[in-house]
C-alpha cells in the first residue's frame, strides 16, 4: 500500500497520508514517500495548488513512536537522520503554491506541524489539534518551532509546546490556526473548492505572496518596500494582469475569485 497517495484533477493536487491502521502516523516509508511527492509538486506546473489530508478519519497522528525505539543512533546518528529526512519539508514550506490542509480527527505532533505547513487550515467539528511531544520528553519537530509562534505569537506557541493541550476545531479557529470549521461531509470537497479556485489565479502573483510574506516577519520596512516594488513590476508586465484590468473595466466577471464558504459547511 503507497504510504502517500498523490493524486492530480484540473490543477489541484491531493496529496494524502495513507497509513489509515496507525492513523496515519509518520514512518520512515512515508517520509521517503514525501520527498518524490513534494519534488512532483514543485516540478510540475499543471499543478495550481495542494490539498493535504489523511485517510480513514485521520489527519496525522504524528510520528511513528515504534519505528523511533527501534532506531539505534547517537546523537550525531539522530541529528543525521533528522536533518536528512525532513530535507522535503523545506521544499513544501517553500513551494510557491497554495497549500490547504484539510483536517478530520487527529493532528497530533508532527501532524500538527503538518497541518501548520498549510497556507489555508480547515478541520472538522471532529479534529483535534496537539503539540503532544512532551508526553513523550520530545521536542517539536518537523519545523513546529517556526511555524507554530509564527501562527499564534511565542508566547503562546509556548504555552502550547509546554501544556501538550488539545485544541478542538473550534478553539483552534478562535486562535487563528484553523481558517474555516466544516462539517465532515464537505470537508474535501470545500478543499477542492478553494484549491481549485487558485487555476484562475495568477501563478506569478500567488508565488510572490508566499514568498514574500515568509520573508517578511524577519524584514525591516525598507527592505519590504523594495521588494514589493521589484514584485509589482514582475506581475504589471505579465499578461495575466493586464487581461485581469481589461475584464475590470469591461465589468466581466474576474478570473480569479475566493469562493465564499456555504452556510451548510459549519
Excluded at 496529496?15 to 489509515?20: A, K
Excluded at 512532551?134 to 511555524?147: C, E, I, N, Q, R
Aim: net charge negative.
Amino acid at each position: 500500500m503507497d504510504p502517500v497517495l498523490l493524486d492530480l484533477h484540473d490543477g489541484v493536487a491531493r496529496v494524502t497520508f495513507n497509513r489509515p491502521q496507525r492513523r496515519n502516523a509518520l514512518n520512515l516509508a512515508m517520509r521517503e514517500r514525501m520527498a518524490e511527492v513534494v519534488q512532483e509538486l514543485r516540478r510540475n506546473d499543471d499543478i495550481r495548488a495542494v490539498v493535504l489530508t489523511g485517510a480513514g478519519g485521520a489527519f496525522c497522528s504524528g510520528g511513528d513512536l515504534e519505528g523511533i525505539l527501534g532506531a539505534e543512533l547517537d546523537n550525531d546518528g539522530w541529528r543525521t537522520r533528522m536533518r536528512g529526512l525532513h530535507h522535503w519539508l523545506k521544499d513544501l514550506m517553500t513551494l510557491e503554491k497554495p497549500v490547504i490542509a484539510a483536517v478530520d480527527g487527529a493532528a497530533y505532533g508532527a501532524g500538527f506541524s503538518l497541518a501548520l505547513v498549510a497556507d489555508v487550515i480547515l478541520a472538522t467539528p471532529r479534529a483535534r489539534f496537539s503539540m503532544s511531544f512532551l508526553k513523550v520528553g520530545a521536542v517539536p519537530d518537523l519545523a513546529a518551532l517556526y511555524s507554530l509562534p509564527r501562527a499564534v505569537g511565542p508566547r503562546l506557541a509556548r504555552e502550547l509546546m509546554l501544556s501538550t493541550q488539545e485544541l478542538d476545531a473550534e478553539r483552534a479557529h478562535a486562535l487563528g490556526i484553523v481558517s474555516e470549521v466544516v462539517a465532515s461531509e464537505q470537508l474535501l470537497a470545500r478543499a477542492q473548492q478553494i484549491a481549485h479556485s487558485f487555476t484562475g489565479a495568477s501563478a506569478l502573483a500567488v508565488g510572490l505572496v508566499k514568498t514574500l510574506t515568509a520573508r517578511a516577519i524577519n524584514s525591516d520596512l525598507d527592505s519590504m518596500l523594495d521588494a514589493e516594488a521589484a514584485a509589482q513590476a514582475l506581475v504589471f508586465g505579465c499578461d495575466y494582469h493586464r487581461q485581469a484590468i481589461d475584464r475590470f473595466l469591461t465589468k466581466q466577471p474576474p478570473l480569479f475569485v475566493w469562493p465564499q464558504a456555504s452556510e451548510q459547511d459549519a
